[in-house]
C-alpha cells in the first residue's frame, strides 16, 4: 500500500472517531484527605472537546489525498 494511501485512510478512520465519540474522556485521582494512616481520594472526569469540525476536516483531507493519489503517483 502506497504512504499517500495509508495516510488517507488513516485521516478518514480518525475523522469518522472525532465525530463519533465528539471528545476525550479521562479521569484524575487525587489525594483529598491525608491523616496518616487515614486517605481519601477523590476520581474527578475530565473532558477534551473535540469539535465536529476536526473530523470533518480529516475527512474531507483523506478524501483529497485520495482523490490527489491517482494523478500524482
Request: aromatic share 6%.
Amino acid at each position: 500500500m502506497k504512504t499517500r494511501t495509508l495516510i488517507a485512510t488513516l485521516l478518514i478512520v480518525i475523522g469518522v472517531i472525532a465525530l463519533i465519540y465528539e471528545g476525550i474522556t479521562y479521569t484524575t485521582t487525587e489525594k483529598a484527605i491525608d491523616l496518616g494512616p487515614l486517605q481519601v481520594s477523590t476520581e474527578q472526569s475530565h473532558t477534551i472537546p473535540l469539535p465536529p469540525i476536526v473530523g470533518g476536516i480529516a475527512i474531507i483531507g483523506g478524501i483529497i489525498m485520495f482523490a490527489a493519489g491517482g494523478k500524482y503517483n
